[in-house]
């Protein structure tokens, strides 16, 4: 699709907006009441949606709610609470109907009837996790949360090292990770500015400290106490979600009054302990709700100077206006973290080497949603938020000359410089300070209409996100360099100057399901704008990506047309995702090498060394792209009697994946040679070296030399198939001990090669 083709498709959709009305009919207020089925008394902040209408309304202090102005009809209701378990039912809305009362049950690990389990969705290949199942699995991060997902192996939950994000795969993945969203209450998590590498022409992505630059956000830094609900998408994600590839993790915070909560967990390699609680606030101003976590562990408990630290805290502050009109709800987040790995040597071997690496920084968003009702509107989002991180490595190592001595480079201009020499032993620091910052604002605007039976809820939105580094970059003493022992060297570099990563994105979205006659179809399709540092709103200096999705669903069988299938259904999904390239990958490090052209040293005055400088300014690629994951679908969802199940066959094909791959450099320097000793060469800048002999002045004997070395630039070589078959079966419930039997799993394979020559 061109691009004046999608914004024929804006307008269409505008106009759509514009001149759909709602049917003329009587209308009706749903009102009624909502009580806590263990005490009796009123719930307050309790949420109903009818997501036919894009309609919802909240509980005032009383329990009270009010969603004007329906059409008589049926629709089907969620209700959901902090503390409380959701429901969902159906409602008649029809002419003088009476206030409902309505129940909820408080979610305790203690019902009679306790989820823990991923529950299935039914549109998109996409798994949510509740609080009582978070609960129960007494998760050290997010990352063990996944252990829930079909087709995932249980493994002992470990803060040792960085944790990533693992979809449909066994082993952890760079691209696929990177490509793995995040995002918390509406808010990706970034990790486009992380810049903690040593040298991108070197190793690429290497470093000597733990390091999830080039990859996905680390995992360990999200603590699971404090939050309500976690989505995990697979599948084809709705066209709302950017800048990914391999899919999306949705995450809720706990909005609303919970009582205190007070966790310690103590096993032999970790020490948590979390302190939470929601307060309502008096007439009806809110509620106000915080959450404290610190972590402590230890891989081997006998080695102390070997571990990992976690601290954060939440504050969150939820509330809704104008609940009997036009709601309004205003959420304010405000979170801190800070993580810290730590390794030393063993104190009784060899002293003094560190690798320490820390993590902290602070996020703040605004998000809410107004329902204004109009024929041309019925809900407007938004969402702003904004993130500063302090990333910090600090690296003490011991560097031994396997020549005993050799000349030392620190020139940042090419051509022959006379050189110093390197101790034959020495310690090096190196620090690589790092400040990313994440601007993020979304805008977007729903209507919810039907055109006789088919039902639809179009989404048209608008978003910015801004991607940036202050940190001071890599910084070390130039006389005792954290490399030794090859031509490709190291100098210092600021990240100040690296240009900020902007991305414009448009996307619009609908949700839609009709009756075809006692059977139904129901779908999602969507589509999505992303332009990289955007000069208009379709024009660039960097990239641009069209990404369509669609999710199908056709119900044939159903218990109104059959008396043996309550459900029975196929689904089918494509869908295109991309992931922009990072600052790592657009703006890598500049290439040092250094030759050595003359090399003299007896431990006097005398010794001279001269050193030929060759360096590449530009190790980026300008013809680096977006990285592309098309996904194929096809599913079978079923419910007969008290066994339900769900098969997904899918393939996907990630293309021009991020990696670094090496370039070969021949490198012409001379070599110069002085036959003899005590003829005290000397060197003359821009001519060579010389000696003396005599008294007189010779110049060296010189040939041409040439060195081969290499150095890596960013490329799109990397391509990753995934296929496979994920299933979920519920056997049913046994009576006697109230439990069902689920069984779930997957057949995955995994191909992956290299698009590039390698040298």
């Known amino acids: 699709m061109h691009y004046r083709q999608f914004q024929y498709l804006l307008l269409f959709l505008f106009f759509l907006f514009l001149t759909q009305t709602s049917e003329s009919q009587e209308k009706t207020d749903f009102k009624g009441k909502v009580l806590d089925k263990q005490t009796g008394t009123p719930v307050e902040m309790a949420t109903l949606l009818l997501n036919d209408l894009g309609k919802w309304g909240v509980t005032d202090e009383d329990g009270l709610f009010l969603i004007p102005q329906l059409n008589s009809g049926s629709y089907i209701v969620e209700l959901s609470c902090l503390g409380y378990t959701k429901i969902q039912f159906t409602v008649v809305v029809k002419p003088k109907m009476e206030p409902l009362i309505i129940e909820l049950e408080q979610a305790s690990l203690s019902l009679p009837e306790v989820v823990v389990t ?13 609080q009582n199942a978070i609960r129960h699995l007494q998760p ?73 630059a080039g990859a996905g956000i680390d995992l360990r830094s999200i ?61 009806e101003k809110g509620s106000l709700n915080f959450g404290i976590d610190y972590t402590e562990s230890y891989q081997d408990k006998r080695r102390k100077y070997e571990g990992f630290k976690r601290l954060t805290g939440n504050l969150g502050y939820s509330n809704t206006f104008l609940k009997e009109t036009k709601p309004i709800s205003f959420n304010v987040r405000l979170s801190y973290f800070e993580t810290i790995d730590d390794a030393k040597t063993d104190p009784e071997l060899k002293s003094d080497e560190v690798i320490n690496s820390s993590f902290k920084g602070f996020r703040a968003g605004l998000n809410g949603m107004w329902q204004l009702d109009l024929p041309w509107l019925t809900n407007l989002s938004y969402n702003f938020s904004g993130s500063y991180t302090h990333n910090k490595d600090y690296i003490k190592d011991l560097k031994t000359v396997t020549a005993g001595t050799m000349p030392l480079a620190t020139s940042y201009e090419e051509g022959e410089h006379e050189a110093n020499f390197i101790p034959s032993e020495y310690y090096s620091e190196m620090t690589i300070d790092g400040k990313p910052f994440n601007i993020f604002a979304q805008i977007k605007g729903s209507m919810a209409f039907n055109i006789g039976n088919w039902h639809n809820n179009i989404k048209l939105g608008v978003e910015w996100r801004t991607d940036g580094n202050n940190g001071n970059g890599k910084q070390f003493n130039i006389n005792y360099p954290p490399v030794i022992n090859s031509i490709s060297t190291l100098r210092p570099r600021s990240y100040k100057d690296i240009p900020s990563l902007n991305t414009l994105a448009i996307f619009v979205d609908d949700r839609f399901s009709f009756p075809i006659g006692l059977t139904e179809f129901t779908g999602r399709m969507g589509l999505r704008f992303n332009n990289t540092q955007p000069q208009g709103l379709f024009t660039t200096n960097g990239n641009t990506t069209l990404e369509p999705r669609v999710n199908l669903r056709y119900q044939f069988l159903n218990n109104t047309n059959n008396s043996t299938f309550n459900d029975l259904a196929l689904r089918f999904g494509y869908g295109i995702a991309a992931k922009m390239p990072t600052l790592l990958h657009l703006y890598p490090d500049k290439a040092y090498f250094d030759s050595i052209s003359f090399n003299y040293y007896d431990g006097s005055d005398s010794s001279l060394a001269v050193v030929t400088t060759k360096i590449v300014e530009d190790t980026g690629n300008s013809n680096l792209k977006p990285s592309y994951n098309q996904k194929f679908e096809a599913g079978l969802d079923f419910s007969l009697g008290k066994v339900s199940g769900k098969v997904t066959a899918y393939h996907e094909k990630q293309t021009r994946g991020f990696g670094f791959s090496r370039v070969p450099l021949f490198l012409k320097h001379t070599e110069y040679q002085v036959n003899g000793a005590d003829k005290n060469p000397f060197f003359v800048e821009g001519e060579g070296v010389y000696y003396y002999e005599n008294n007189q002045i010779f110049p060296a004997t010189s040939v041409q030399d040439t060195a081969f070395s290499f150095y890596r630039i960013p490329v799109n070589d990397q391509v990753r198939i995934k296929k496979g078959i994920e299933y979920t079966l519920n056997l049913g419930k046994i009576e006697p001990v109230s439990t069902d039997v689920i069984v779930d799993g997957a057949w995955l394979c995994t191909e992956t090669y290299n698009t590039q020559k390698t040298y």
């Not at 991923?118 to 509740?130: D, H, R």
């Not at 993790?249 to 979390?274: H, N, Q, R, S």
């Open 223 to 283: 603590t699971t106490d404090n939050i309500e609900s976690i989505e995990v998408i697979r599948g084809i994600p709705s066209a709302e979600y950017g800048d990914l590839t391999s899919g999306a993790v949705i995450v809720k915070t706990k909005a609303g009054e919970t009582p205190y909560e007070g966790k310690m967990a103590l096993d032999p390699e970790t020490k948590i302990f979390y302190l939470g609680k929601g307060f309502l606030l008096n007439n």
């Open 140 to 212: 050290k991060s997010l990352v063990d949360v996944f252990q829930l997902l079909p087709g995932q192996i249980t493994k002992n939950p470990t803060l040792a090292t960085p944790a990533q994000i693992k979809l449909r795969e066994m082993k952890e993945n760079d691209n696929s990770a990177l490509g793995a969203a995040v995002i918390v209450d509406g808010v990706p998590i970034s990790n486009n500015a992380n810049l903690q590498v040593t040298s991108t022409t070197r190793s690429g992505t290497g470093n000597k400290a733990p390091t999830v």
């Open 118 to 130: 991923a529950q299935e969705k039914k549109l998109t290949t996409s798994s949510k996790i509740e």
